[in-house]
């Protein structure tokens, strides 16, 4: 009778114990995941306030913010690979950019909507923001109202080229419209972020 030996035993001991790398792939996957979710919670906060139009119009405006945010990211993020060349993920820029568009379009028509309340001449958050932190309107609010609407020319302008272009544009002599429409749509990105972040400072210092 062959005895199993003591090596093999181990093995098959230790087998049954998940790797550490695998723990620490599990932890980081689950933070990220909690993450997203918390950071999607936040235009449900609006819903909690005592004013009826934080409730709505901040809402509103939060959600569709938040949403052309995440799309405008993600458009902006393969711009990287695009501008190297890629061509696997062309299909995928131009519906996010088509769809980028339509966000920041929501997005900024839900911010007017929202900023007639901001501009009340009585409880008003403006009035109430410039007369004790002034700064705040100064510096984010200033940012904030101007910088955005630079995210719809942007994504419409990259949307028509790279529609019009098709697949073309990858070839060696539209490299320069690839180029441009690559760092188009990577600063499409950076205002799309600074006025959300801008934004969630206006909104904590004073709500509408």
């Given amino acids: 009778m062959v005895q199993p030996s003591i090596e093999s035993n ?58 052309a945010v995440l799309v405008i990211a993600y458009a902006g993020h393969l711009a990287f ?65 101007f910088t955005v609407l630079f995210t719809l020319p942007l994504g419409v302008a990259c949307t028509w080229v790279l529609w019009k272009y098709g697949d073309s544009i990858l070839e060696k002599k539209n490299r320069p419209v690839l180029a441009a429409t690559s760092i188009a749509l990577m600063a499409m990105m950076f205002f799309a972020l600074g006025g959300f972040i801008s934004g969630l400072n206006v909104a904590k210092t004073h709500g509408l």
């Avoid at 181990?10 to 114990?17: A, D, E, K």
């Fill in 10 to 67: 181990t093995s098959t001991h230790t087998s049954t114990f998940p790797r550490s790398i695998d723990i620490a792939t599990v932890c980081v996957y689950g933070i990220g995941i909690l993450s997203a979710g918390l950071f999607l919670f936040l235009p449900v906060v609006s819903l909690l306030s005592p004013s009826p139009w934080q409730r709505t119009m901040g809402a509103i405006h939060g959600s569709a913010a938040m949403l």
């Fill in 81 to 145: 690979p695009l501008l190297r060349g890629s061509a696997k993920i062309l299909p995928q820029v131009r519906t996010l950019t088509f769809w980028s568009s339509c966000l920041a379009f929501l997005a900024i028509v839900s911010g007017n909507w929202a900023y007639m309340r901001y501009r009340a001449p009585l409880g008003g958050a403006r009035a109430w923001i410039r007369e004790n932190t002034p700064l705040v309107h100064y510096l984010f609010m200033e940012y904030h109202e």
